[in-house]
């Protein structure tokens, strides 16, 4: 069992920068693939990157690439997402996610298994964030 918390999240001013992060208990995240998705009231979860266990391979959301960037630390088994350059459309409670099934995230823009999200494991609750403009 991999139990997940985020933290970090806040009220920030459009163009500005926010780092959430994300630290896990019960297992070692090291072998596994980890991941951040959004949900901003009333739309859909919304994936916006994913790392594999050597920190190497990178995936990002079309909306965030160029903005956004994830990284990990094994030895304090934890996952961040800095976030700069934020619009108000990036307001959104964000969750982290753990595949522990793979050490490498499943590549999100050639996936066509269904919902992206349902390659996950384990959630944590989520860190919200506000953009205001």
């Known amino acids: 069992q991999v139990h997940l918390v985020e933290s970090g999240g806040g009220l920030v001013q459009a163009g500005g920068s926010l780092t959430v992060s994300c630290t896990a208990s019960?297992?070692?995240?090291?072998?596994?693939?980890l991941a951040w998705f959004r949900q901003a009231p009333g739309k859909d979860r919304e994936f916006v990157a994913a790392?594999?266990?050597?920190?190497?391979?990178?995936y990002y959301g079309v909306s965030v690439k160029g903005r956004f960037t994830i990284s990990r630390d094994n030895a304090k088994n934890t996952v961040d997402l800095q976030m700069n350059n934020l619009d108000p459309e990036d307001t959104a409670v964000y969750y982290c996610?753990?595949?522990?099934?793979?050490?490498?995230?499943?590549?999100?823009?050639?996936?066509?298994?269904?919902?992206?999200?349902?390659?996950?494991?384990?959630w944590g609750q989520g860190a919200r964030v506000t953009v205001i403009s």
């Open positions: 790392i594999g266990w050597h920190g190497y391979t990178k």
């Open positions: 996610a753990c595949d522990a099934k793979r050490v490498l995230p499943i590549n999100y823009e050639t996936y066509t298994g269904g919902d992206y999200s349902d390659l996950y494991d384990y």
């Open positions: 019960g297992r070692t995240l090291s072998s596994y693939a």
